[in-house]
């Protein structure tokens, strides 16, 4: 059964499009979400990014990924950047990509110094806009110095550099290097928020999407595309440029692609991740059935916590945003079983813990098909998720809520009182003061008091 009244939810200050983080409610009303913004000293220039948690979600590492989740995510790897995984197959692709190289040998047009500043780079750039070599070593040092230096990128926009950044990408479209090497670039620049709306102005999503389609077959133009791609996606009014330039099956075409390389798999869920975080745009995703590249992508990186969370939280916006006929379609896709593999294998990733009890509340919030989700093992499930997070507020509030949508089944009440939920319960009432928590856990224990477990969700 649709919960009455319409939800609250977020907003994000990048822009005046409305931002929606798929939030289940509270237990007393589900209209009266308790969400607070903050703004987080993040080092560089994201610190004008705001980032929007529960009230009182608490503090630490864990809970970092969690914050994160909510509004959306920068790309994470950068060219120079990658960092070491556990995935052969991931080691394979870096080592086969530096072989496979094809930075020209030909005569320098100019010498550039190896601690050249900005506008240096920008003044070799100037000499001669069509030559691939020297567009390519110029390129390559502004991408060092935009990446590690949030100043460097206002210098570039301030000095010419977005324009002849994407002239090198215009002028040299058969060089896949210079082509990899803008993007990265502007992959960076686009992390400023006001560098981001500009780059729009200047063609920049004509010009990525131009290079996203002619090299479709060369991962690492593919990654670095996917990268300014996420990154310009943080701006809501750009992300509906995006997928009016029909971003979505660009973006699930290189999940289908590449299976072996997980940067790319990381960053096109990412890219998705951010337009679910949009409620005008879920229908849309709906549309392209996306469900599909990513549970494949959960299969081929199923050791990649952060995919997997990123994926989670995709299912649970979708959910949210959606009708009945959403949640129903979203298990007939099979995720169900991809977010309980996900929450059983995850090695305690507070962050998987919370998308995945996220994602398991909305979709509970349809109650033709509780007793379909009751018959998958979530609820002991859930039951073992709050057993580990019992530090962690946000997991415990979803989880909670998780629980108190799913108590509408008999089945339900009986695995609770099998698994001896209510002394749980009362723990996390002992341990924890804080409202949101507190309100959940009393909601769900009064349930398994009630005979039957059927009573109706105040």
């Not at 080691?91 to 990509?97: G, L, M, P, V």
């Not at 400023?192 to 060369?218: P, W, Y």
Request: charged letters at 25%; one cysteine or more; a negative charge.
């Amino acid at each position: 059964m649709e919960d009455e009244g319409k939800q609250e939810v977020p907003s994000t200050e990048q822009s005046s499009a409305t931002t929606n983080a798929p939030e289940t409610g509270s237990a007393t009303s589900p209209a009266n979400e308790r969400i607070r913004s903050v703004k987080l000293n993040v080092p560089g220039d994201n610190n004008d990014v705001h980032e929007y948690v529960l009230e009182d979600a608490g503090e630490g590492e864990k809970i970092t990924s969690t914050r994160r989740a909510l509004v959306g995510q920068f790309a994470v790897v950068r060219s120079s950047t990658a960092k070491k995984t556990k995935r052969k197959t991931l080691r394979r692709t870096k080592r086969a990509e530096k072989r496979g190289s094809e930075i020209s040998n030909a005569t320098p047009t100019g010498y550039l110094k190896e601690d050249a500043d900005v506008l240096t780079i920008l003044d070799h750039m100037r000499k001669d806009v069509k030559d691939a070599p020297l567009q390519l070593r110029c390129l390559l040092a502004i991408e060092r110095l935009v990446e590690t230096e949030a100043a460097n990128r206002d210098v570039v926009a301030q000095n010419g550099g977005i324009e002849l950044i994407l002239e090198a990408a215009n002028n040299c479209k058969s060089n896949k290097d210079v082509q990899g090497s803008a993007c990265w670039v502007l992959s960076n620049l686009c992390r400023n928020k006001d560098l981001n709306s500009r780059l729009v102005e200047k063609g920049c999503i004509d010009i990525v999407m131009q290079v996203f389609t002619e090299h479709s077959a060369i991962e690492r133009v593919q990654h670095a595309c996917l990268a300014v791609i996420c990154n310009l996606a943080l701006n809501v009014d750009t992300l509906k440029k995006l997928v009016a330039a029909d971003v979505v099956p660009n973006v699930t075409r290189t999940i289908r692609d590449f299976p072996e390389n997980e940067w790319i798999q990381f960053t096109a869920v990412q890219v998705l991740q951010n337009t679910a975080n949009v409620a005008d745009l879920c229908a849309k995703l709906m549309e392209a059935n996306i469900m599909s590249a990513v549970l494949q992508s959960m299969d081929a990186c199923n050791d990649h916590d952060e995919l997997l969370q990123s994926s989670l939280w995709i299912f649970s916006s979708l959910a949210f945003n959606g009708q009945d006929e959403t949640r129903v379609a979203l298990l007939e896709c099979g995720v169900l079983p991809s977010i309980i593999r996900a929450m059983k294998d995850c090695e305690g990733h507070h962050g998987v813990f919370f998308t995945g009890c996220s994602a398991i509340a909305n979709l509970a919030r349809t109650g033709d098909i509780v007793d379909t989700i009751v018959k998958s093992e979530a609820v002991p499930l859930l039951l073992n998720v709050l057993q580990q997070c019992l530090n962690d507020a946000s997991v415990l509030r979803t989880g909670c809520r998780a629980l108190v949508l799913l108590l509408e089944s008999n089945d339900a009440h009986k695995q609770c009182k099998q698994h001896g939920a209510s002394k749980l319960l009362k723990k996390i009432l002992d341990e924890n003061t804080e409202e949101p928590v507190a309100m959940e856990a009393k909601q769900a224990l009064k349930l398994l008091k009630t005979k039957g477990g059927g009573c109706i969700v105040m």
